[in-house]
């Protein structure tokens, strides 16, 4: 099946500091989405992004998925950023309807 | 709002006490979907519904059961919980393309512990 591989596993930034998260995928996809689980264990939608690029906010994304990765970009970050970033992609050629495949997420730390 | 709702949103129970746990929203779609997550596992698919009265298995069915006789909901049956049902329960919900499933939507999440 599709593996999906997030970069890095864990990141520390002081307040302001900007960032960049990777997602990098095996196979075509029809679908991609970011993700932020906050520390109460929700997941919050970012981005459907599964191909250009979006902004909202601080926040941006990039899909190229003719090379299979996306990035995710975090300018002049606060404390309430912290948290985990998933990216999830739905596989092109199958499996179950509509299976988001996780990657195993960037554990982000935002320190004031 | 437009929303996903799930109840309860934590649940201590016993092994072998039936529960269900419930999933509604209010977007009108017709794709709705349960995933746990686990350490070290990550979020995996247990089931999908592509439309009313109709369902189907995803990566770790067993031990679940789902019915979907209203657009809107969803729900989540464990007949006989044991403790490696332990987990956090999202439910999901989004429009469906016809074969492509758009922006999927999720709701606040279950905390179960099966004693």
């Known amino acids: 099946g599709i593996q999906v591989e997030q970069s890095p596993p864990d990141l520390i930034l002081q307040e302001g500091a900007n960032s960049t998260l990777r997602c990098n995928f095996s196979?075509?996809?029809?679908?991609l989405q970011w993700f932020h689980q906050n520390p109460w264990g929700q997941l919050i939608n970012l981005f459907y992004?599964?191909?250009g690029t979006k902004q909202n906010g601080r926040l941006s994304a990039t899909t190229v998925a003719t090379e299979r990765y996306s990035l995710l970009y975090i300018s002049s970050s606060q404390t309430t950023d912290s948290g985990v970033y998933f990216c999830a992609v739905v596989s092109y050629y199958g499996g179950s309807q509509g299976n988001l495949i996780f990657g195993k997420g960037t554990k982000l730390s935002v320190k004031p | 709002e437009a929303q996903v709702t799930q109840n309860p949103r934590y649940l201590i129970t016993v092994t072998g006490k039936k529960l269900t746990v419930t999933c509604s929203q209010n977007?009108?779609?017709?794709?709705m979907s349960w995933y746990r997550q686990d350490p070290g596992l990550g979020l995996r698919q247990i089931y999908y519904s592509m439309n009313v009265e109709v369902t189907d298995k995803g990566d770790v069915p067993e031990g679940y059961k789902v019915s979907r006789k209203e657009k809107r909901n969803f729900p989540l049956i464990l007949e006989s919980p044991s403790p490696n049902q332990t987990s956090l329960y999202f439910c999901?919900?989004?429009?469906?393309?016809?074969?492509?499933?758009?922006?999927?939507?999720f709701g606040p999440g279950t905390r179960l512990t099966v004693l």
């Open positions: 992004i599964p191909s």
């Open positions: 977007m009108n779609h017709e794709y």
């Open positions: 196979d075509s996809v029809n679908n």
């Open positions: 999901a919900s989004s429009p469906n393309g016809g074969r492509a499933i758009h922006e999927q939507f």
